[in-house]
């Protein structure tokens, strides 16, 4: 919303990141915008209940304690406050700048697998070699995304954002000079590297940015972005390989993601965030306070199981349909195509799901609990080549649907002011479960146990409706106690 109240503050001077208080509201101030000497006021911009708001403080008050105070309005006061509601071009800004930044992240977890032919043909490695390039990619950008959210919390959203643009022309540039092995080694661990803080970055953007009412929509358009940076990258390297050679390939990525950090620059008002202050009386929180919550952990389970039967999915389905059904190649991974393509219609309706129902870990639960049972329905074999194609697919749509709600179950877990870390540390759950599920049911693969690999990511994603119950109960409690 936007708000502009009369409050009362003594005109000394303002330093940045100063917090406002009202009643029992802490209103966090990141700057001082205008000074009107002659009226004696200040026009603050802040963020009050996650929403961009902007003060215009008249003097009277004195301040304390690090922080500006006034009463809560009375009855005589309230007229002097308007509430607006955010304007939906303002919400669309941010957002769509933030899809921007994630499409760029699932574009960079592409550019190596998608060269991987390529790989084989020039330097003649093997699959295990090229796997490798992975494990480093998933396993840098999982450890690296825990510590990450420290730095969001600490530094704000914007100049770590702008970092991981940076780490991923690093890496496009690697590859392109690449060599040997270790430069494609390097490669993955820089763009492991960039791809590791876009969690919380985002995250803590959206939050703090985007009005409430629209967090649903904006989490929805969060994942739909990501999709479609998954898709364009095969797109992309394609059409620049075959035109002119894959070297060439790699420095247009660089280019692209010049012109992506370019615009956010460019546009860096609408990914700016508060810093929450550090505590200045008694005794600080310790930064790792937050790994004390059981929910995190929970939070952090659940990512993790559900990300294994999605890599499951994409690791296999082609290989599963194939060896099960007779499926040839083509269509084969014109379902892998459709389950993605029905993903992303499942997320765009799961926007809507999340923003208006509030009980967001049973819609998760709700909709895992529905994909566990069709991916069970696909290792029985019994709807033959067709049939089990389009259930797979229908997995994708309701894996989908829950993806927006999934980030509100989250969001409600987050306790105050640790946005980042929390998202950090959460989402790296991402990043483990794709490390570990390729490795552990290709032993099922490699033993020919076709339904029993089908079955065993069912049951992994119904230990992951498990974990989506625990956090909303969890978080419920927490809530209640405080």
């Not at 996650?50 to 005589?76: D, E, I, K, N, Q």
């Not at 993790?304 to 099960?324: D, I, K, W, Y």
Request: net charge positive; hydrophobic share 50%; proline share 4%.
């Amino acid at each position: 919303m936007r708000v502009e109240m009369l409050v009362g503050i003594q005109c000394a001077g303002a330093a940045t990141h100063r917090t406002l208080r009202c009643g029992n509201h802490v209103l966090y101030v990141p700057e001082v915008l205008h000074r009107n000497a002659g009226m004696r006021h200040f026009s603050v911009h802040g963020c009050f209940g996650g929403f961009p708001t902007m003060f215009v403080l008249l003097s009277r008050f004195g301040t304390h304690g690090g922080g500006y105070h006034c009463p809560m309005p009375s009855a005589t006061t309230t007229g002097a406050l308007a509430v607006n509601p955010v304007p939906l071009r303002q919400d669309a800004a941010i957002i769509g700048m933030v899809g921007v930044a994630h499409a760029s992240s699932h574009f960079s977890q592409m550019i190596l697998p998608v060269m991987f032919p390529v790989f084989i043909k020039e330097f003649g490695f093997s699959f295990a070699e090229l796997g490798l390039l992975m494990s480093v990619f998933f396993v840098v950008s999982g450890l690296c995304q825990a510590f990450s959210g420290f730095l969001v919390d600490r530094l704000g959203a914007r100049p770590v954002m702008f970092g991981s643009l940076v780490f991923f022309i690093l890496a496009c540039i690697a590859a392109a000079s690449a060599t040997s092995y270790l430069m494609l080694m390097l490669a993955a661990a820089l763009a492991g590297f960039g791809n590791s803080p876009f969690h919380p970055v985002d995250f803590t953007i959206m939050n703090q940015r985007v009005s409430a009412r629209r967090l649903g929509y904006a989490f929805s358009v969060h994942g739909i972005t990501g999709n479609l940076g998954w898709a364009l990258a095969p797109v992309f390297f394609a059409f620049f390989t075959s035109v002119y050679n894959w070297r060439v390939a790699y420095l247009a990525a660089a280019v692209m993601y010049g012109a992506i950090l370019l615009l956010l620059v460019l546009q860096r008002d609408k990914i700016l965030t508060v810093v929450p202050p550090r505590s200045t009386g008694g005794e600080a929180e310790h930064g790792l306070a937050f790994m004390k919550l059981p929910v995190v952990w929970w939070c952090f389970g659940f990512f993790m199981l559900s990300t294994m039967t999605g890599a499951v999915v994409q690791s296999f389905s082609v290989s599963l349909l194939q060896a099960m059904h007779n499926v040839s190649f083509r269509d084969a991974s014109a379902t892998l195509t459709a389950y993605m393509l029905c993903g992303a219609v499942g997320i765009a309706i799961g926007g809507i799901v999340a923003a208006r129902i509030e009980d967001s870990d049973r819609v998760v639960a709700t909709c895992m609990g529905v994909a566990a049972l069709f991916l069970g329905l696909c290792g029985t074999g019994l709807f033959g080549a067709t049939g089990t194609m389009v259930v797979l697919a229908a997995t994708g749509f309701a894996v989908g649907i829950g993806g927006p709600s999934r980030d509100m179950m989250v969001k409600k877990a987050t306790p105050k002011g640790a946005t980042g870390r929390v998202y950090g540390m959460v989402y790296s759950g991402l990043d483990v479960g794709l490390a570990i599920a390729p490795a552990f049911f290709g032993l099922f693969m490699d033993r020919g146990w076709y339904s029993m690999t089908f079955y065993g990511a069912a049951l992994v994603l119904l230990l992951a409706v498990g974990a989506a119950l625990g956090v909303g109960q969890r978080t419920t409690a927490r809530l209640q106690t405080a």
